[in-house]
């Protein structure tokens, strides 16, 4: 079958960093995606990944490893307004998405 | 911007109502989504559709229907409502899902409780 696994729940201080991580089996790879979604809102991209390596974007990066079925997004320089839920989906052969449960971030001061 | 609304925020319906749940697009997208989200689990698919009038199952559409009669609508039903189905329903709409990076855009979502 197909599977994402993330973990369920995080913690992190203000202004540091702190890295998500996502491994998948899916029948199939056509890209990695996350999304952001803040309580009772709609989930939001932030970003694509479809080759091995390191996307930059701003205070968010993630990495990809299509070899180990691994991702990562790694947010730098925590706001307060950073606090979401932040989902891993996995676009499979039939270009569907398939998605994780999600990590909920809790940013504490 | 693209803008993907949802008929209702929040909706309280009785088990064996029938629901309708209503999105619209307004970026001519040809593809539009269904989805729940409950605690726990990912976002699970429901129905999907990639044209006018066409649609296709996901992973869970048992207790669904879904109508595409405008390009810019699509609506979810559910036929006989049942506790089992109170759950965040989502909707997505997507230009071209196999072209690169295009990402699907979200509804705010409607928080559905059936008693």
């Known amino acids: 079958g197909q599977n994402i696994d993330q973990p369920t729940e995080m913690t992190a201080t203000e202004g540091a960093i702190v890295q998500i991580n996502c491994t998948y089996q899916t029948s199939g790879f056509n890209g990695l995606f996350w999304y952001q979604q803040h309580a009772g809102e709609a989930p939001t991209f932030l970003s694509y990944n479809v080759l091995d390596g390191l996307e930059e974007k701003g205070r968010f990066s993630s990495f990809l490893s299509r070899s180990k079925g691994y991702s990562y997004l790694l947010l730098k320089e925590l706001q307060m307004k950073d606090s979401a839920s932040y989902l891993c989906?996995?676009?499979?052969?039939?270009?569907?998405?398939?998605w994780g449960a999600g990590t909920k971030l809790i940013i504490k001061p | 911007d693209v803008k993907v609304t949802q008929s209702s925020r929040y909706l309280v319906k009785r088990t064996g109502e029938k629901v309708f749940l209503e999105c619209v697009q307004d970026?001519?997208?040809?593809?539009m989504f269904w989805y729940r989200q409950d605690p726990g689990l990912g976002l699970r698919l429901i129905y999907f559709?990639?044209?006018?009038?066409?649609?296709e199952k996901g992973d869970i559409p048992e207790g669904y229907s879904v109508s595409r009669e405008k390009k810019e609508r699509f609506s979810l039903i559910l036929e006989s409502a049942s506790t089992n189905q109170t759950s965040m329903y989502l909707c997505?709409?997507?230009?071209?899902?196999?072209?690169?990076?295009?990402?699907?855009?979200f509804g705010p979502g409607t928080r559905l409780t059936v008693t």
């Open positions: 997505a709409s997507i230009s071209s899902p196999g072209l690169s990076s295009y990402e699907q855009y």
């Open positions: 970026m001519d997208h040809e593809n």
């Open positions: 559709s990639y044209d006018v009038k066409m649609k």
């Open positions: 989906a996995v676009r499979d052969s039939n270009y569907q998405l398939i």
